[in-house]
């Protein structure tokens, strides 16, 4: 190991990204030259990466300024890019996923542990019913809504497995959660208008949020709250800008549920204060030893984002689901309309296979694996000194304190990656309390590949601390 490499280097986070010291010797020379031929006013970049030796060098910006030398000869400037788009934070996990590829690539065994995405490719009788839509031409635009026997299918299932009655026409097929989460968000929030969210919680969140110049209002939340909202904090942190909650259980990093009581309870307290209560119910399905509720079995008034994506296994069909109240209905369909005029027909079609019984069978023993893996994982990781104080319910994800090892969680990930070839998710891509102490773990590989993970942290703790 060079030392450029050692465990220190990273662990005091000595450096921005997984380059080279070559690559980062040529870059500042690219910088250096820009200052010396145009001066500091002029190459004043407009949305640097957070931290790390580019952000000493260039500070973050948020004024209109972008660097374009055909000003200094004469040539009108373009106009820059919107504000919104440059508050929008990267996922930053995406910064290891490349270099994961690029190790992959050099032939080196990369373990993928920080891509939230099933293993499992979609189930058979999805596929083949896929198959059939196209064989049989169907291909066109549906409805906004959706397919009429997609949304009936759906009804029948939150009947048959929460014992709740929804009118089919209350449900509208999105191009998946993301497209779900687009419309609540757009129906809901208007600019400067706020919603309570956990932190930690998915980034995709707030960053929705600030797209349509509405504000995240990031509620810091521990093992003590089970890494959700409460009904006092949402008392605590209610202003006048507020106007409703996005909760999600199972909660993506935490893996944590909020329980029939606690959804009821949060639900009163949102109405007490005329708030919108928007539950994320995607990883419903993936649950071991509890089952989830549904907040419509307390809350008819309630909006569920839902998805095909995790326990359907759906994820590149790109298809999800919105459940909301038959007065918020015309205007969401308006909104679908004009963003996206109707999800994926063929992945309509496909999906009207999740609902038969042996496809239901055959996700029943995928969820049962998932189970296997998370009971293998975590107590391996709080062997090796994670700290995991909450034993997560549902979904496929361990969110883990490191503060037992030092260091920046970035650096972690960046030097497991590097030193065992095991990616794994940084914490700060979930938001902003404590992440630099945490780390996300994705059981989406198989028992025997995690077995191998498991080896390989261990023998990188052992030199982390050198």
């Known amino acids: 190991m060079s030392s450029m490499t050692t465990p220190s280097a990273y662990r005091d986070g000595h450096f921005a990204s997984a380059f080279h010291l070559n690559e980062l010797q040529s870059l500042h020379a690219v910088v250096a030259f820009f200052y010396s031929a145009f001066g500091d006013r002029v190459f004043q970049p407009v949305n640097p990466p957070l931290g790390g030796r580019f952000g000493r060098i260039m500070p973050r910006r948020h004024d209109n300024h972008v660097f374009n030398a055909r000003t200094y000869k004469g040539i009108p400037m373009t106009q820059p890019y919107s504000a919104r788009s440059r508050a929008i934070e990267p996922f930053h996990v995406m910064a290891l996923l490349a270099r ?22 979609t189930a058979d009788p999805i596929i083949k019913a896929g198959q059939a839509a196209l064989a049989d031409g169907k291909t066109r635009y549906t ?28 449900i509208l097929i999105t191009p998946g959660g993301s497209g779900a989460l687009l419309l609540a968000s757009s129906l809901l929030v208007d600019p400067g208008k706020h919603w309570l969210l956990a932190d930690p919680g998915y980034p995709c969140n707030r960053h929705f949020l600030r797209l349509i110049e509405g504000e995240a209002q990031l509620v810091p939340v521990g093992p003590q709250e089970r890494y959700q909202l409460t009904p006092e904090l949402v008392a605590t942190h209610w202003n006048h800008n507020s106007v409703g909650a996005l909760v999600a259980s199972p909660a993506n990093p935490t893996g944590t549920l909020l329980s029939r009581d606690e959804l009821a309870a949060l639900s009163h307290a ?3 204060r005329n708030g919108h209560l928007v539950v994320d119910e995607i990883y419903h399905g993936l649950t071991y030893g509890v089952d989830a509720s549904s907040v419509l079995e307390v809350d008819n008034d309630a909006f569920v984002l839902n998805s095909f994506s995790k326990y359907f296994g759906m994820t590149g069909w790109r298809l999800g689901w919105l459940v909301a109240p038959q007065d918020a209905v015309a205007d969401l369909e308006k909104l ?8 994926p027909s063929m992945a309509q079609h496909a999906a009207l296979a999740c609902f038969e019984p042996q496809t239901l069978a055959i996700l029943e023993q995928r969820r049962a694996e998932f189970g296997r893996r998370r009971d293998f994982l975590l107590p391996a990781l709080r062997e090796l000194g994670f700290g995991i104080a909450v034993e997560p319910e549902g979904a496929f994800y361990l969110y883990a304190d490191i503060s037992a090892f030092g260091g920046d969680a970035f650096a972690f990930c960046r030097y497991f990656l590097e030193t065992e070839h095991v990616a794994f998710t940084p914490g700060l891509d979930f938001g902003r309390f404590k992440a630099g102490h945490h780390v996300r773990f994705a059981y989406t590989q198989s028992l025997p590949r995690l077995e191998q993970a498991v080896e390989r942290i261990a023998r990188g703790l052992r030199s982390w601390g050198v």
Do not use: M, W
Request: no cysteine; aromatic share 8%.
């Open 143 to 170: 409805a906004a809504r959706g397919l009429p026997q997609l949304r009936e299918a759906i009804s029948g299932f939150y009947a048959q497995r929460y014992g709740v009655d929804i009118d089919p026409r209350r």
């Open 270 to 272: 949102l109405k007490a």
């Open 336 to 343: 679908a309309q004009n963003l996206y005029i109707s999800a």
């Open 100 to 121: 994961a590829n690029e190790l992959q690539a050099a032939g080196h065994d990369v373990i993928h542990l920080e891509i939230g995405e099933p293993d499992f490719t």
